[in-house]
């Protein structure tokens, strides 16, 4: 396929910005540098239009083809930020922020659709416009969500989305998708019980917290194996135990619980909110105490839209000669807000044998460079063929 060669020469350009953005990477909406970088490279490539600070931080490029007969309008998505982990690579191009690293490879996304912008600029060979998109903020911050808010699928008359993720494990330059839901939502729940404290000798004369919380952990599980259609996914978990004394001597008046759960369909989410609230209630009565929850709702479940899926396989099948059926990911991706906007599909791409995702070993494989840059172009030309 053409745009494979075309990539294949881009590719050393096209490591060489992804490398610089890992070396300096960027947490949340504090990406300024990496957007300032992307902002440059897309006036450099002669897009139609540039625009930064949408959705804060979030950086929007116009390409149109050669004709627009149709008015079809195709938005491509890459995220652009880091996480707040200390980068243990040893990679001549590591992290030079301490406590910040691209362990998530938002790096090589936002590299890969700048490669694609570039060739689709050169090139125009399409019947319509294409909208990349540079959004801050997935690692927690709901940049996608921000920059649905600050109306950007309307402002550009988007009709379709489509993103991309490397996938650790997976051959390298392979994909795989699935329709439907794909990633999990992602909900956190903060649970703080409150007792009477006093001496660990005398516990007659306590509301012991921490046995409050203990039995809360454990019923907690019963949500996924005694409520839950065994069929529809849910994940809860406590993550953090907090009381509000470190003596060992001491019962806590305090005990403050922290947790995250993961489903894959509204009405599952609804049932987990309603059980860890009501469980909670329920076994702070039986001991005498009082507890508050308080239930964040993150991202939402995100769902592939079928036609959208099944294109986007075909298109991979023709950079790759294959498209597997991915498996359902508890992980969360806020591409889920603009699935929600706008019909569109989410990808992943393989990364070959490297350490998995928000790990401080991982690294961004390069080798992948051409197969999902020629997956984004393949999109645009095959969606808004040339008129």
Known sequence: MPVKN?????????????????????????????????????????CDEVVTGIGRTGVVGVIKGKTDTAGKVVGLRADMDALPIHEQTGLAYASKTAGAMHACGHDGHTAMLLGAAKYLSETRNFDGTVVVIFQPAEEGGGGGRE?????????????EVYGMHNWPGKPVGSFSIRAGAFFAATDQFDITFEGRGGHAAKPQETVDTTVMASQAVLALQTIASRNADPTDQ???????????????????????LKGTVRTMSTGMRDLAEARIKSICSGVANTFGGTVDVTYHRGYPVMVNHDDQTAFAAEVAKSVSGACEDAPLVMGGEDFAFMLEERPGAYILVGNGDSASVHHPEYNFNDDAIPAGCSWWAEIV???????
Request: charge should be negative.
């Open 147 to 159: 920059m649905c808010e600050d109306g950007m699928m309307d402002r550009w008359g988007i009709q």
């Open 381 to 387: 030309e095959r969606r808004m063929p040339a008129a």
């Open 234 to 256: 849910v994940v809860v978990s406590v993550t953090s135990f907090e009381t509000s004394s470190k003596a060992f001597n001491v019962i806590p008046q305090r005990v403050h």
């Open 6 to 46: 075309r990539f294949a020469e881009l590719q050393d350009e096209i490591t060489a910005w992804r490398r610089d953005m890992h070396e300096n990477p960027e947490i949340l909406f504090e990406t300024h540098r990496t957007s300032a970088l992307v902002a440059e490279r897309l006036a450099e490539f002669g």
